[in-house]
Nanobody, 125 residues
C-alpha cells in the first residue's frame, strides 16, 4: 500500500516560516518526483513546487519563487518544502504527491494517483 503522510503545517504570522514534510512508503522512492500543491478555500488546487527523482531539477510557481525551497532525502524516503517569508495568500491546505516527472506537473496533476491527506497552513497578517 502506498502512503504519503504530510506534516509540519500550522499557523504563523506574516513573515514566518514553516517546513512541511512528506513521508512516503510503499513505492520505490528514488524513482519518483515529489510535487507540492495547495488548495485555498474556494479555489482550485495549484502546483507549488516539484523536485525530480534525482533532485537534479526543481520547479517553483512564480508566487513562491525565492521564498520556498523544495528538497528530498532519499535515505529517509521523505520530501520537504521549506516555506519562508510566508504571506496570508499562502494560506491553504498543502498536499504532496508522487509521480514520475516534474515536467508539466502543474498541468497534469489531476491524473496523479498518489497523494497525501494534506496539511493546513494558516498565515495571518
Amino acid at each position: 500500500e502506498v502512503k504519503l503522510v504530510e506534516s509540519g503545517g500550522g499557523s504563523v504570522h506574516t513573515g514566518g516560516s514553516l517546513r512541511l514534510s512528506c513521508a512516503i512508503s510503499g513505492l520505490s522512492f528514488g524513482d519518483f518526483a515529489i510535487g507540492w500543491f495547495r488548495q485555498a478555500p474556494g479555489k482550485e488546487r495549484e502546483g507549488v513546487s516539484c523536485i525530480s527523482s534525482t533532485a537534479g531539477g526543481t520547479h517553483y510557481a512564480d508566487s513562491v519563487k525565492g521564498r520556498f525551497t523544495v528538497s528530498r532525502d532519499n535515505a529517509k524516503n521523505t520530501g520537504y518544502l521549506q516555506m519562508n517569508t510566508l504571506k496570508p495568500e499562502d494560506t491553504a491546505v498543502y498536499y504532496c504527491a508522487a509521480f514520475y516527472y516534474c515536467s508539466g506537473y502543474d498541468d497534469h496533476f489531476h491524473e496523479f494517483e498518489f497523494w497525501g491527506q494534506g496539511t493546513q497552513v494558516n498565515v495571518s497578517s
